[in-house]
């Protein structure tokens, strides 16, 4: 089920490693022909275009866009007490971890006089995006409003597709444990809209419509979370008019492990990543074809007995997921860190010194006893996260993504002075005399003598 590519003996530099690597295929730029008239019509036709476009593409016309307190009130009370307490779990953890990350304003006196300060303002407005396809994501509330509370954000939006599968209060609105997750998070303000219109709906704003019984949609500064190809390529048209996180790809693991590694452990990591999407990536890359041979022979029989066995089996024979089997682990590190995977698990002696080397990945978990799954959903970690190979350059979700830094000048006349002769000179070296003459206006036009050169 799963292939094996044999990169033993081969030397690769890195474009070549890149391309003989797993990775699923994401045409964001083909989805921008079927979103643009989707966000065209949410900016010109407001609540009337997302209420029929729900209908469209989730199959079902929300009763009212907004969902109402009492339907949020009536998922907490219907809520199951095991899953009410898995989730308080989660929010307390997760709080714990995103409340430490919170940055302090830091002020550098650069000279006497002059100070430069950089301080940290959260995002006025934040929308925050939860998928509703194929799986319910209850813990992507959880990941997308703590830490933005955490940062101090003042107004945030959650919004979910409707479902056309629930019923009674909740019917034409959003899974109600993810509106039970939104209440106990103490978000009032939940949206049955999905898909791009969604993106669109935070980007646009929307205005008050009597006909529908809409009140006005502010519109938000940044939109975040995980989404479908719709949904990350509404972000990229989008993005200017809002801020964003990140195009989000389908979802990926990549287990580095040796002959140590229990193969069972390994197959089922494998499988519960690719029971999330028919794209998912599960990736293993070890030195030992022994392994190798074992998880594949634990994915076969494994595959059958799993719930969502077609979708799994689709994911796994896909051209994003396979065995590499390298050198050494040495190799085995550079073959992850060109991978750069969202979920990273290091299961090999010393994983923890192993771990340590890794340069490039979302979020790595270390040993034996730190699934993916843990970080889905009761480690305290984000599991929003850089995908398709991002990872060598960003970073998954936390309360820095709602925060700005802001730097603030602060310098006397003096600390002006001393400094003034510089900043003419490089003004001049640019031919932007004008920017020169904004400080030698402050003192009668010419370039002041630094402190300890004046008579």
Same mark, same amino acid.
């Given at each position: ?14 474009? !070549?490693? &890149? ?7 994401? +045409? ?37 866009? &907004? ?39 830091? *002020?550098?006196?650069?000279? $006497?006089?002059?100070?430069? *300060? ?40 959650? *919004?979910?597709? $409707? ?13 109600? *444990? ?6 106990? %998070? ?24 009597? !006909? ?34 990140? =195009? ?9 492990? +040796? ?24 990736? %293993? ?14 994915? =076969? ?32 590190? &550079? ?32 040993? $034996? ?34 925060? &700005? ?44 003598? $630094? ?5």
């Amino acid at each position: 089920m799963l292939s094996i590519d044999d990169l033993r003996g081969r030397v690769l530099d890195a474009r !070549a490693l &890149r391309d003989a690597l797993p990775r699923a295929e994401l +045409d964001v730029e083909a989805a921008l022909d079927v979103v643009r008239p989707i966000c065209d019509d949410v900016r010109h036709r407001g609540a009337q275009a997302l209420l029929e476009l729900g209908e469209r593409f989730d199959g079902v016309r929300p009763p009212s866009l &907004r969902v109402p307190a009492e339907v949020l009130a009536a998922s907490v009370e219907r809520l199951e007490p095991d899953v009410r307490a898995a989730l308080e779990v989660s929010i307390e953890r997760a709080r714990r971890v995103h409340r430490a990350q919170r940055r302090e304003d830091v *002020t550098t006196q650069v000279v $006497p006089g002059g100070t430069v *300060t950089e301080r940290w303002v959260p995002v006025e407005r934040v929308g925050l995006y939860v998928p509703g396809g194929l799986a319910v994501y209850p813990s992507s509330v959880v990941m997308n409003v703590v830490p933005a509370q955490e940062a101090g954000v003042g107004s945030l939006a959650v *919004t979910s597709p $409707p479902q056309r599968e629930s019923s009674g209060v909740f019917a034409g609105y959003p899974h109600p *444990t993810i509106l039970a997750a939104c209440a106990l %998070l103490g978000v009032d303000e939940v949206y049955a809209v999905g898909g791009a219109q969604a993106v669109a709906m935070f980007a646009y704003g929307v205005a008050a419509d009597d !006909a529908t019984g809409t009140p006005a949609i502010e519109p938000a500064d940044l939109v975040t979370g995980p989404g479908n190809v719709y949904v990350a390529s509404a972000k990229r048209l989008l993005q200017g008019v809002i801020g964003i996180d990140a =195009e989000a790809g389908p979802t990926e693991i990549a287990v580095l492990a +040796d002959d140590s590694a229990d193969p069972e452990h390994v197959a089922a990591d494998l499988i519960s990543q690719a029971e999330h999407d028919p794209l998912a990536g599960s990736v %293993l890359v070890t030195d030992s074809e022994e392994l190798a041979r074992a998880v594949v022979a634990a994915v =076969e029989r494994r595959v059958p007995e799993t719930k969502h066995a077609e979708r799994v089996r689709t994911a796994l024979t896909g051209t994003q997921s396979g065995i590499v089997l390298v050198d050494d682990l040495d190799e085995g590190v &550079r073959v992850v860190d060109a991978y750069a995977a969202e979920h990273l698990e290091v299961q090999t002696r010393d994983a923890a010194a192993v771990a340590a080397r890794i340069r490039n990945a979302g979020a790595i978990f270390v040993g $034996p006893y730190s699934p993916v799954s843990l970080g889905d959903y009761a480690a305290g970690s984000n599991h929003v996260l850089p995908t398709g190979g991002s990872a060598a350059y960003s970073s998954g979700l936390s309360v820095q993504s709602f925060l &700005r830094g802001i730097h603030v000048v602060d310098y006397s006349e003096a600390a002006l002075r001393d400094v003034a002769r510089h900043v003419v000179t490089l003004a001049q070296s640019e031919d932007l005399p004008g920017h020169g003459q904004a400080v030698t206006a402050r003192f009668g036009d010419e370039v002041p003598a $630094p402190a300890g050169e004046r008579a």
